[in-house]
């Protein structure tokens, strides 16, 4: 689209300078977010039971000892395991809070980005700004408000608690996909839905929902994977028995640092660059 | 067949059922307690944990030296640290604008499928657990970690580094974990530039400095301006990055807050300073509210000048 100007010599050799220079800084960025990760990636292959960081062998032990297996290695030391039926329960815990939290938030968002992109209401503006506050308030002071309101209004502290914490903040987030998806689409077969004289509902259900599916799909997908990392709200209003997986991760580190850490953190991160690829793809798919 | 009357009635009942479940969400689990917490900040410590229900401003003049009373005593550590976690903050938002700014400009360089790809890899690394990712940079930087070892070997050192529980290790932290926030928006604003001013600035014999500081830096600016609030509010509170990259000897104000709560138990203390960075953020969002609304009303003031 841009209007390209026809270079001089001694232009184009200054672009041509600076465009390599520039691809050498986008290159050593993409290092920069993903040598971290590939770390992890090629540690919890490493046999070296003491030093991660030198090289001992090829091992499996340390996702075998995650699912209970016996580990394959001779030099292989039984302190470093953790049981692998709490990590069975702290995942069911994370499973169970995230699919509820997201599927909560994502008919709540919903339901407000519709109220707002297609209503004419009195306090919009007001509603607007303040779908953005539970976003932007550091999670810390979102944790501890929750944490005083619960202890307070006598909830046990719970699965439930947790669940109604992660509502308050995904519900925002889904809103903002949803809305993006409901700006971007055409009115017009809604419009003619309505002329034909179906009532809202059957518009709804007929026309728009179908539309914005994508966005919704999208929208609960990122809710379920930022709900099943989430530490700092879940560390202030999880009960003592109702422990989640990024809180178990937590307390292994705590504990030191161990080779069956970077098995355990591989997993997760497959599985959520998994769910939220997935995400974004609909978030971004055109209809 | 519905008339438009009982039309008008069905959308006011459906915006009534639209609008209902967010308002007692937010009203019911996000208002409410942070209004508690406001009001927790101005109540007496309890004993053993809770708290006494009487007004009880002494916990401000804890944290700022005013009102005192009560054998509450200023504590001016903790002023210190509220002002060292603001400076945190700030040199995460320095550090990681220097960082993105320039690859905003390489990804909006590139054409259609590339582009795509290139956004999405960037933002991917935010969906990967806060813990791992921190978790990783323990990795890198403990003495017996990846650098040092791959120093030592190659010879360049004969002793360890000592990188760990430094501000170095905390602000890579920080810069780290957040820096996709300051990504996303510098992206948009640039890839909205329009470049045939860039343009028309060279040809009218701008130097590049010149182009950059009157044209590229000012259009960009919204994007720079939104990053860096979205980065700048979360790294105030953030206490997981200091406490496994900073150890004890950096302690910030959200590692205060955790222990008011978790260990020493002075509810209202931890509330006072949980206030107090609510209030900031507030005051800051509605700062960048503000400016924003004053760099638009400007641009539309230059535009309709030129005309």
Redesign the interface.
Known sequence: M??E?EPTVSNRRRISRG?AA??V??AS??V???A??V??FV?SFNANPI????WSGFTLDWYRTLFGMQPAGAAFDAAFTENPDRIYQVVRNSLIVALSASAIST???T??A??TAR?Q?FGKKL?QA?????M???????G??????FV?AGFKLSLLTII??H??FL?CYV?VVVSARLASMDTALEKAS?DL?A???TT?RRITLPLIMPGVLGGFL?AF??SL?D??ITY?IAGVDTQTL?LF??AM?RRG?RPQ?NAL?VL??VF??V???AG?YFR?RRT | ??GPRT?ER??TR??A???T??TL??GI??L???G??IV?SVLEPGLYGGVVWSFYPYNYGRLFGWPLGAGEEFEPLYIQILLNSLKYALLTVIVSLA?CY??A???S?MSGMAK?LML??????F???????I??????M?P???I???LMSLGVLDKPLNMMFTEFAVIVGLV?VL?PFMFLPIYASVERLD??LV?AS??LGATPFQTFRRIILPLTAPGILGGCV?VF??A?????VPS?LGGSKVQLI?NV??RQ?LQARN?PF??TL?TV??GS?MLI?LLYALGMRGSSSRAARKRADSV
């Open positions: 841009r209007p100007r465009s520039l691809n800084y986008g960025f993409l920069f977010l993903y971290p990760l770390l992890i540690y030093n991660m960081a030198i008919a709540i968002g339901a407000t519709l109220a209503f209401f509603y303040l779908l953005f506050l539970p932007i308030m550091p999670d810390i002071v979102l501890i408000a929750l944490l005083i309101f307070g109604i914490g509502c308050t519900s809103y309505a004289g009532g809202p509902f709804f990122l994977i930022i990392d530490v700092v202030f990024p991760i937590l580190l640092i850490i953190a997760l991160i959520s660059f769910v939220a690829s974004l971004s | 067949m519905s039309i069905e959308r459906a915006l059922l639209l609008l479940p967010i969400l937010l689990f996000f409410i307690p942070l508690i917490t927790y960082l320039p690859v400009f390489w990804v360089r795509n999405f890899a960037i933002t991917l690394p969906f990967a657990n806060l813990l791992i990712r978790y990783a940079w323990l990795l890198l403990r017996t970690g990846t040092n070892s791959a780290y820096i470049w045939s343009q060279q040809d979205i509010i979360p105030l509170g953030n206490f997981i496994f959200g807050i955790e709560f509810w931890g509330s949980s960075i609510m953020v969002v």
